[in-house]
């Protein structure tokens, strides 16, 4: 596979009364053409602003900056304002996690899905409703022509994000960034909206960054997993080596918290909270909660070590030692 995105040392500042908030920490990583690279971690630790700020969708204050910043051999550094607005939409698209506040309540659905394939194709309305119609039979609305004059208030939350998925695939994407899509669905909705994802990643050959909280959608759907946490890439593994062999802490301890992983039948849990990310971090932000953390994790810098070919993680502990811990945790 060839390479269609890469990022290093994203940084993301915002200013705020009590001092800078930096709620992504250089952040490096790449993706591939056809992959799904998913994005794991807990609520605020600087999933969503990572992918916000590769399409320029920052909240006004906030300021990026970073080292490297291609797609698909293009510089989005460099590129202006229009530029970045011509590429958004078209090559790369985002999915939100709400869809009833994605969607513009006043206008009809067909008008919301013919102005974004008119904006970047240009064209006719009638082979923009075409594409309209055609995207919304392939992501399973049942008569998609009579759809494109309702309201998104007259559709089910399901309904809604089939709707941003064909929005998004409107003008052929290179790649899709999907914000925890099935966050205000119910479970039976949402694994069809996740089926229904990888179905058409295959179809279109699309490269698919999927962020999410949840383990059990990235043992589905990724093929790599990067797991944040106060903003930083904490370990980042092809997803069958994570599973095997979990080196952060963070990360095995996502892995107590997975139904059925303990040999007790408890969930497993992490004690506190994620950290202020104000001003600079000082060592491993996961330190105060980490229950082999020693003197040492609080000082200084701790770098991504590589574990395995294609296996990295930011930790003072050799893998076997925090693993040892983890098999523990659960018998």
């Known amino acids: 596979m060839s390479r269609l995105l890469e990022v290093g040392d994203l940084r993301v500042k915002i200013p705020t009364s009590e001092g800078p908030l930096y709620p992504v920490r250089s952040v490096s990583f790449a ?3 056809g992959e799904i690279l998913c994005i794991v971690g807990e609520s605020g630790c600087g999933k969503s602003l ?3 700020a590769l399409v320029g969708l920052l909240p006004p204050r ?3 900056s970073a080292e490297r910043l291609l797609f698909a051999g293009e510089d989005l550094l460099r590129a202006n304002r229009r530029r970045i607005s011509d590429i958004r939409g078209n090559r790369i698209a985002m999915i939100f996690q709400d869809p009833m506040s994605s969607l513009n309540p006043v206008y009809t659905i067909g008008s919301q899905l013919v102005e974004v ?13 075409a594409r309209a119609v055609e995207l919304l039979e392939k992501v399973g609305i049942p008569s998609p022509s009579e759809r494109l004059g309702q309201f998104p208030h007259q559709l089910s939350g399901g309904l809604r994000q089939r709707v941003m998925i064909a929005m998004a695939l409107m003008c052929d994407p290179d790649l899709l960034i999907a914000d925890e899509p099935t966050t205000a669905l119910d479970v039976t909705i949402q694994a069809q909206v996740l089926a229904l994802l990888k179905r058409l990643q295959r179809e279109f050959g699309l490269a698919v960054i999927l962020i999410t909280h949840d383990l059990g959608v990235v043992a589905r759907m990724a093929d790599r997993v990067l797991v944040m946490y106060a903003g930083e890439i904490v370990e980042q593994a092809r997803t069958e080596d994570l599973f095997a062999r979990p080196c952060h802490p963070y990360t095995q301890g996502l892995m107590r918290c997975l139904p059925g992983r303990t040999d007790a039948g408890r969930l497993g849990t992490i004690d506190g909270t994620v950290p202020s990310m ?10 105060e909660r980490c229950q082999l953390a020693f003197a ?5 810098g701790i770098a ?4 395995e070919p294609g296996h990295a993680y930011r930790c003072l502990l050799p893998p076997e030692q925090s693993l040892r811990h983890l098999r523990e945790a659960e018998e």
Do not use: M, P
Not at 117 to 129: E, I, M, P, T
Not at 278 to 287: K, P, Q, R, Y
């Open 31 to 33: 993706v591939d053409k």
């Open 50 to 52: 990572t992918s916000l």
């Open 62 to 64: 906030a300021r990026r």
């Open 117 to 129: 394939f008119v904006r970047h194709h240009g064209g006719g309305r009638a082979a923009s409703r």
């Open 278 to 287: 104000i001003g600079d971090l000082e060592g491993c932000a996961f330190a």
């Open 296 to 300: 040492q994790c609080r000082c200084g």
């Open 304 to 307: 991504l070590a590589e574990a």
